[in-house]
């Protein structure tokens, strides 16, 4: 047993990410491990790479003894700590990081002459599979496994001195629980401290001192960390104990105070069924998720916890009745957004709203902006941005056989639009230079609300605020030019705002103008993006459909020359197109559920459905429903010629009171973007078995890329 231990500790070092496992050191020869690090290049974008491919083929670096051994290179995105520890000429090591465990020698090269070491993530569960790993990947393998031996033999054999008990990491746990520093760890002056916190040049500024009895500070280490397990695994307990009685404690109220509630279970302490329902949402599988719990309680009202809010699941036409009669509307229900939620998007925002002040806000919206006698004034506008969009984005500088990816292009066309019919944004670099802030916002609307640095929710929030800056400079400078006459009172969302009072006479702050701008684009262009997007697919795996599109729209070109823009006669004549925009979010709808809250405690479909508790009506579950809708598999337009669907049935637009006061816009932009997609292109699929999945709407990961070849206007 050796007692020459050398340490070396390593604090937290910036932008360096670890993320997988740890690279895999070989060393041959005495002196310290070189973690597979270039030292001169810590930080530097080229190391960075280097990384990245280390994470795929260990080793990659390797150190040879005649170098330099100036120690450990280390790296940590969150500043933690690392120890590295080497004892004599074998070199042996531990690392503690997150997710990192630790690190495991194998046993049979551990000997003076040459170790290899390898160090592994959680979730790779013996030295053998991560051997095979590495085989795999690497391409030779990197560890014997020959006579191999558990995690614990293996740790006695690389730490016998140090009597670090491998198997219950308390190392690790030590080493999360307090960050150690030169200071906390009053160090001697032959210990290595390497503090590569300000200063990513390893070589050149660092300090870097070898330890040549280091086994003293190990031992120190283990005195003073071991109380913090302790107060950890308290901390844990405790966690555990409130939340079980929380649990206990909300599980019985409901059965104390109420009788004949819809059936269900509870789940998870506050979680209740969250991570199957996101899961479900987002692989596009509610209509099975909610079949399930039909099935499994005989009805199709049932009772699931949704982030710690007990949820009444209503599958439609009984949700869609309760939630589109207006009668109901303040009566029984409202709408529901959380508070997380409403800090992000603004509690004036028309959705956000309730009462009175919802039901003036919506008669202005649709009297000055959206309504569908105020939408044909944009039609000129639309037009005008769908060619211009599709000569610059699918035209100009693409050949017959060029592959482009739908989702992401589709959404700069209707971003674009929505931001200028708000704002009179006309410039689309510029509202391209917005969306990324705008990207960053909407991901705080899917993230735990949780407003801590480097959290999504944090940064969303932060961006919401960038975006609102940015919306000022349009409002002020728009103030002006109404004083001089230079803009239009109607020329926007904007400006009607500025101008029209609501029926009480109040006008709108400039604070709920921003807001419901942000607001309008959110709900406007990723809806409107992502069904273009999916009808696009659909029409592509549905050769006969195409050939239907073609059609209609040569019949309005010849009907009124190629050359002439389009009236508002010609897009209402688009029924068979409209069918198929109809039909896509049958399949793919924008919005697979409709949340309420339960405003008093009331009956329905003889179930008690208690003041204060949410209600969802899961669209995706009606719209597929074999009883309710017919050979629902198939892609078939004209089931929509057929027969009306009952709006308790299918609604993609909701129902009743909050329905979607953008329907008319959404439903002329995307006819009008059809007919000059149609005139210009026929697309097939590169990738047609691509998944589809829920982000904020149906999309797939790839983005739905197709071949494009240019036509001649029919
Ligand atoms: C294909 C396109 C669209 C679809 C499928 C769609 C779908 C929906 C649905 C289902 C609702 C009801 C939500 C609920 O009841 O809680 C809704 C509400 C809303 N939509 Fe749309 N929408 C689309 C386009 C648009 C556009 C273009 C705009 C505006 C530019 C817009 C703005 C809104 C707003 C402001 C609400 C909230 C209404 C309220 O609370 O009264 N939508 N949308």
Known sequence: MSTRLNLILCTGIQGLNIGSWFPVGRHRGSGPLHWGCDHDHIGSEENRCVRRRTRLRAPVFRKEESE??????????????????????????????????????DADRCGPAADTLVCYQKGISSIAEFSDMQRGEAGRPATSTQGKKTEQQNAKLMYPGAQVDFQTRKWWISFRAKRFSAETLSVNETDCILDLETDCSFSTNSRVVMAEHGSSLLASLEERESPSVWFLATLLVSFVTVISCGWVWSSTKGKERYSGLPPGDLGLPFFGDTIQYVNAYYNMSVKNYVGKKIARYGSPIFKAKLMGHMTVFMDAPEGSKLMFNRRNDEKLIQGYWPESTLKLVGSNVLSSQNGAAYRCHKRHMMSHFLGQNVVPRYLVRIEERSVEYIQRYWLDGTIDGSVLETQNQLMIHTFGLIADLCLTLTDTNEAEKLRPTFEVWEKGLMALPINLPGTDYYRSLKARAEILNYFDTYVQRRKQELKDGTASPTQDYLSVMLTNPDDSGHFYTDEEIKTNILHLIHGGANT????????????????????????????IMERKGDAQPLTIEDVRSMKYSWMVLQETLRVYPSLPGIFREATTTFEYNGYTIPKGWKLLCTAAQSFQNPELVEDPERFDPSRFERGNFSPHVFFPFGGGVRLCPGYELAKITMLVFLHHFLKNLHWTLTDPDEKVVYHFSPGTLKGIPIRITRVKAF
């Not at 280390?74 to 042996?92: C, D, I, M, N």
């Not at 069904?531 to 040569?554: F, G, S």
């Open 68 to 105: 330099e051994n100036s120690g450990a290179g280390a790296w940590s995105p969150s500043r933690s700590t690392y120890l590295f520890v080497w004892e004599g000429k074998t070199t042996s090591s531990i690392c503690w990081e997150g997710s990192l465990v630790n690190c495991v020698e």
């Open 528 to 555: 409107v993006s992502s069904t273009l997007t999916m009808a696009v697919c659909k029409i592509a795996e549905h050769t006969e459909v195409y050939d239907q599109l073609v059609a209609e729209h040569t019949a």
